[in-house]
């Protein structure tokens, strides 16, 4: 076999991904190192792909694009990084000692800057869990010095977190995408919310929970409603903007339900 086909067939790109520096979780996840990836959008196995900015393709082309080389250079790195032998016949230069290629700076900051974001997210939790869990008492004569520090730090490290930089938005059925989101998050699930760790009231006081209504089981759906709804968008559109007037004179706070308290209560549980 020639230096590809004993590549290909021995190394997955995984392993070029594990080998090279790039935390790979369980399920193949892991942050692309081609875009400024701030959730694991790239799966990884005998070859890779990543659902945000799309770069696909074998462990060569995944060496290639990672250290800046031509595919023929990506796979003698791989063959001399893993120990691959392979047919040279005779149209290979000799061998010189392998000297194993760094990664584009371009890349190296990147993976720096994603590690950076994951440490302030981290920070970010603790300080939202500090200022909740050691608030001050009446009775308290100083404050506790890790509610101290969260008082003026949440603000500025959620600052760094949420400065409008891309993330990957996705929809049902559709592959994610990269882009800003200039609005809170809208989340449509199934189930609960329990599977989630923060407890914390700094998380739950940003969630609205709206639930819908249960189907009938003899319910039958219409083929055609969207055709319907169609004939309808004026006064859609009109209905959604009497809403938003509303929340205007509200000074942008919505109105909480009974219910919907109920189902945050729930959830917190």
Known sequence: MNVFEAVKEAVTTRQAAEAYGIPVRRSGMC???????????MNVDRRYHCFGCQADGDVIDFTAKLFGLSVKEAALKLAADFGVSYDARGHDPPMKKPVKPKIREELRQRQAKQRCFRAYVGYLHLLEDWKERDA???????????????????NNIKTIVTL???ID???KGVQSVQGTLYSRFAC?????LHALHDKSNGFYRRQLLLTTREQPADRKDDPFLIDKLRTERDGIFLWALEGLHRLIKNNYQFTISQRTAD???AAME
Not at 31 to 41: E, G, V, Y
Not at 188 to 192: D, L
Request: glycine share 2%; hydrophobic share 30%.
């Open 263 to 265: 189902n945050l209560e």
């Open 31 to 41: 942050l692309c190192p081609f875009h400024n990836d701030k959730n694991p959008s």
């Open 136 to 154: 001050p008492k009446p009775e308290d004569v100083e404050w506790h010095q890790l509610f101290v520090e969260a008082l003026p730090q949440t």
């Open 188 to 192: 449509f699930v199934n189930g609960s």
């Open 164 to 166: 409008e930089d891309k």
């Open 169 to 171: 938005i996705e929809r």
